[in-house]
Nanobody, 124 residues
Framework: QVQLVESGGGLVQPGGSLNLSCAAS????????IGWFRQAPGKEREGVAC????????YYVDSVKGRFTISRDNAKNTVCLQMNSLKPEDTAVYYC?????????????????WGQGTQVTVSS
């Protein structure tokens, strides 16, 4: 059984930082594509960052470029999203996702497995 479990969300002031982590079981993240998505109330789920495989192919949505960094720890079978210079518009539930293939993709429909999500709130 595949499980993805996110952690690290919370309340942070504008300009602050958070590091989200996603731990996988029953699935090898190291050889497959992974992604981070977010969904704000009343909005569609949005792809934020993805990594096609361990060869280093990475893509970010324009709104987070230069502020967010996706990374893998293959030894721990985890993926992280370091978020800096957070803005109120980054407030959302953040999800990690994994695909049974390689290749970067920010479309939610392209992913096979999902975590339960972690709330990120950016507010003063």
């Amino acid at each position: 059984q595949v499980q993805l479990v996110e952690s690290g969300g919370g309340l942070v002031q504008p300009g602050g930082s958070l590091n989200l982590s996603c731990a996988a079981s029953g699935f090898n993240l190291g050889s497959n594509a992974i992604g981070w998505f977010r969904q704000a109330p009343g909005k569609e789920r949005e792809g934020v960052a993805c990594s096609g495989s361990s060869d280093g192919t990475i893509y970010y949505v324009d709104s987070v470029k230069g502020r967010f960094t996706i990374s893998r720890d293959n030894a721990k079978n985890t993926v992280c999203l370091q978020m800096n210079s957070l803005k109120p518009e980054d407030t959302a539930v953040y999800y990690c996702a994994a695909r049974r293939t390689t290749g970067r993709d920010l479309r939610a429909v392209a992913y096979d497995y999902w975590g339960q999500g972690t709330q990120v709130t950016v507010s003063s």
